[in-house]
Structure formats: C-alpha cells, structure tokens
C-alpha cells in the first residue's frame, strides 16, 4: 500500500466485507413483522391503563404530605408542556426532564418523596400529562395554562423568596 488512503480505502472493504459475512451467518435478517390488530388493541390498553393510572395519581394528594395533588395546580396536566421537554427549568436550574420536573412538584409544593425516574407510577405520570397534550404543537419553552386556575399559595408551595410557607 502506497499511502493513508489506499489503507483506509481496504480497511473499509475489509469492514464491509466483514459485516455481509456476519449478516450471511447469522441467517437472514428481516424486518420487525407488523403488529397484529389484535397486539395493537393490547399496545392501546396497557397505553389507556397507564394514562388512567396517571391521571389517578395526579388528582391524588397521596403522593404529598400537605394534601395538595399535582392537580391542585394542574388540573388537566396544564402548563406541564411535556411536549417541550427537556428544556432549561429555573426551579431545577438546568436542562431537565419532565419527569425530574414532576419529581420537584412532588417534593417541593407537595412536600413527598420523589419517585424512581424508571417506576411504573413516574411512567403514568408521564403518560397522562403526554396524552392531555396529545395534538399539540411543540414550541420549545413554550408555557400555558389551560383549565382551572392553578393553586398560587398553601401549605408547602414555595414563596417569591424560594422558600415553603
């Protein structure tokens, strides 16, 4: 080999070379088959369970210690805006994710204890506040309100100055 190129030019023949024999011994490779009418219907309900969970644990004031729930502020999933996230948040001042914003709306105005990011009740709390949103246009940090008017005081919610009253 005369030169860098002559070199890379055999390496990468000698990588695809090694993939299509990979490929060949491994049988051949299809395509996920499409799911059944049948799967669909069960995707669709483990989807509208988890999204019911979630709309249950948010209008719960069991995940708090004051009695307030998520939908004391929220009362549909408004001005959760999951379709926005991540995006820099002020109160978790950083780039976060939604579910570390429910986890600060747990611990900080509710007053509970977060949830694992990876538990099934942080993924219904996830999917009820993705499905209110459904057909929304995404619009990076964008916020708005929709249904009730949100709780702006009580037991736990924090003051202008940072801090719970």
């Given at each position: ?10 390496k990468n023949a000698s990588s695809a070379a090694c993939a299509v024999v990979v490929l060949v011994a491994m049988g051949s490779v299809n395509a996920k088959t499409p799911p059944t009418s049948a799967e669909l ?85 996830e999917a009820y506040t993705m499905y209110t949103h459904r057909g929304v246009a995404i619009a990076p ?25």
């Amino acid at each position: 080999m005369k030169n860098i190129h002559e070199f890379a030019t055999f390496k990468n023949a000698s990588s695809a070379a090694c993939a299509v024999v990979v490929l060949v011994a491994m049988g051949s490779v299809n395509a996920k088959t499409p799911p059944t009418s049948a799967e669909l219907e069960d995707q669709k309900n483990m989807l509208m369970s988890a999204v019911k969970r979630g709309d249950d644990l948010w209008h719960s004031a069991k995940l708090g210690s004051n009695g307030l729930a998520c939908g004391n502020c929220h009362p549909d999933g408004s001005a959760t805006n999951p379709h926005t996230w991540p995006k820099y948040q002020s109160n978790l001042g950083k780039v976060g994710t939604l579910r570390e914003m429910i986890n600060w709306c747990i611990s900080v105005p509710l007053v509970g204890t977060p949830l694992a990011l990876d538990s099934d009740e942080m993924i219904a709390m996830e999917a009820y506040t993705m499905y209110t949103h459904r057909g929304v246009a995404i619009a990076p940090a964008k916020d708005e309100q929709h249904g009730g008017t949100p709780v702006v005081s009580g037991p736990g919610y924090p003051n202008a100055h940072g801090g719970n009253r």
